[in-house]
């Protein structure tokens, strides 16, 4: 198995730009995570998605942040408008329903807002 | 959920047995003790999970001890890329309870 796949691994944008981040969970697994990575506030969870539905939102930043699963296989995170506080590295996991503390997580997709 | 409590940082000889405490007096009968990894620029990795009994799987060994008020994670023989921050997590298991709560865990370095 590839794991969960995540793109781009690196984003560079400017302020006011969408951005949009990409994520393929493992086949199979049907509870989905983004998570957001910085040094002030270490790891914090985003959004909780189980068989495609949104579960928990409360993670989610502002009404900038917006996540979608519309198949088992895709989500996306997407931020618009970008701010440079958005920067930080975004991590999508994924696991199977029932055994939700056992997540494998992708490699990631470092933004960076200038 | 228990708190955990863990040392900010480790050092170990490669191909030594790297120890890594971990603290959870107020950890509750149905909580799980789990363990992860994260190595530099990389995403956290599950390494194992137990409940009262020892574990052990390809990559470490899990060690509770009897009032479960505290764990080790063991890596029998570790090498350079053992190198990351190690996060022990308590939380029950599965269902509802999704959200993994990572601390600062131990940065674990693994020298030469």
């Known amino acids: 198995d590839a794991g969960v796949i995540q793109s781009p691994r690196h984003e560079v944008t400017e302020m006011g730009q969408e951005v949009t981040l990409r994520c393929k969970p493992i086949?199979?697994?049907?509870?989905l995570f983004w998570y957001r990575q910085t040094m002030m506030r270490g790891l914090e969870l985003l959004i909780y998605?189980?068989?495609?539905?949104?579960?928990?939102d409360s993670g989610m930043p502002e009404d900038r942040f917006s996540a979608k699963m519309p198949n088992a296989s895709f989500s996306t995170l997407k931020i618009q408008p970008s701010e440079p506080r958005d920067s930080a590295v975004y991590f999508c996991a994924s696991s199977f329903a029932g055994t939700e503390n056992i997540q494998y997580f992708g490699a990631g997709t470092r933004l960076s807002v200038l | 959920d228990a708190k955990t409590t863990q040392p900010p940082s480790m050092d170990c000889a490669e191909g030594r047995a790297a120890n890594l405490p971990c603290n959870h007096s107020t950890i509750s009968g149905n909580e799980y003790v789990y363990w992860y990894r994260q190595i530099h620029s990389q995403g956290p990795q599950y390494i194992i999970h137990?409940?009262?009994n020892n574990e052990t799987n390809e990559m470490a060994s899990l060690i509770i001890t009897e009032d479960r008020k505290s764990s080790t994670l063991i890596l029998p023989h570790a090498t350079l890329r053992d190198t990351a921050v190690y996060y022990c997590i308590v939380r029950d298991s599965g269902g509802s309870n999704y959200k993994l709560t990572f601390g600062k865990g131990t940065l674990l370095t693994v020298n030469p």
């Open positions: 086949s199979g697994h049907n509870s």
């Open positions: 137990g409940l009262k």
């Open positions: 998605f189980n068989n495609n539905v949104p579960i928990d």
